[in-house]
């Protein structure tokens, strides 16, 4: 898994209320991102970082925000999480010019 | 901006035979093309990756080829196993990992 690390692996929680997902790597890479999977869509970009403080959208970023105050750790916030955004998340790491590497994902489930 | 479409979603094969799984993209710029295999509770793992200035790549029992004049690529898995198993995942994009657009995904079940 590339060294990463992604908590929590599932997580339930109601409508209206804050959640962060965190993504923590091992690799000193320089590039993290945030995906969603949903059944017939595969996987959507979020959200990236390309240093430290240093992120921009994806295709996805509607009701998402990101940060990142240290190399190694990326976390993705749903300031008020609606039912749309159940899905599995999956944080990736890459250095210039190199591959995608993905974690294990979080299951979120907004009820 | 890039549209990525893949066929079948779902296909099944008899262990020992070959597996073929089609992309097709639109932005004719594109010229990075990886393939993923995502099992089951598992995050998506890269399995072979192809550039635009090759016409085909191979890795022991998978292959990728690339008609860029078509805008097509495909996955080929021979003498499959059990193992083989997961959802694959094409992907397609000029510049930067954070420009990878996926395909929809394609569940191969091999048959015993």
């Known amino acids: 898994d590339a060294g990463i690390t992604q908590s929590p692996r599932h997580k339930v929680t109601e409508t209206g209320t804050p959640v962060t997902l965190r993504c923590h790597q091992t690799?000193?890479?320089?590039?993290m991102y945030w995906y969603r999977q949903d059944p017939g869509h595969g996987l959507r970009l979020i959200h990236y970082?390309?240093?430290?403080?240093?992120?921009d959208k994806g295709e996805v970023s509607d009701g998402y925000s990101v940060s990142r105050s240290k190399t190694e750790d990326f976390l993705l916030t749903l300031e008020s999480a609606t039912s749309s955004q159940t899905s599995v998340y999956f944080c990736?790491?890459?250095?210039?010019?190199?591959?995608?590497?993905f974690g294990n994902g979080t299951r979120l489930t907004v009820t | 901006g890039e549209n990525v479409e893949q066929h079948p979603s779902t296909l099944s094969v008899q262990e020992g035979d070959s597996a073929v799984i089609k992309c097709t993209y639109s932005?004719?710029?594109?010229?990075?093309f990886p393939w993923y295999k995502q099992e089951l509770g598992k995050g998506p793992q890269l399995i072979i990756d192809?550039?635009?200035?090759?016409g085909e790549k191979k890795d022991q029992r998978i292959a990728v080829t690339l008609n860029k004049t078509a805008k097509h690529f495909s996955l080929h898995i021979t003498e499959t196993q059990p193992e083989d198993s997961a959802v694959y995942f094409c992907?397609?994009?000029?510049?930067?990992?954070?420009?990878?657009?996926f395909g929809t995904g394609t569940r191969l079940t091999i048959i015993p």
């Open positions: 690799e000193n890479h320089r590039y």
């Open positions: 992907a397609a994009s000029f510049g930067g990992n954070e420009k990878l657009t």
């Open positions: 192809i550039r635009s200035n090759v």
């Open positions: 932005d004719s710029a594109s010229n990075y």
């Open positions: 990736a790491i890459s250095d210039a010019g190199s591959p995608l590497h």
């Open positions: 970082s390309y240093g430290v403080k240093d992120t």
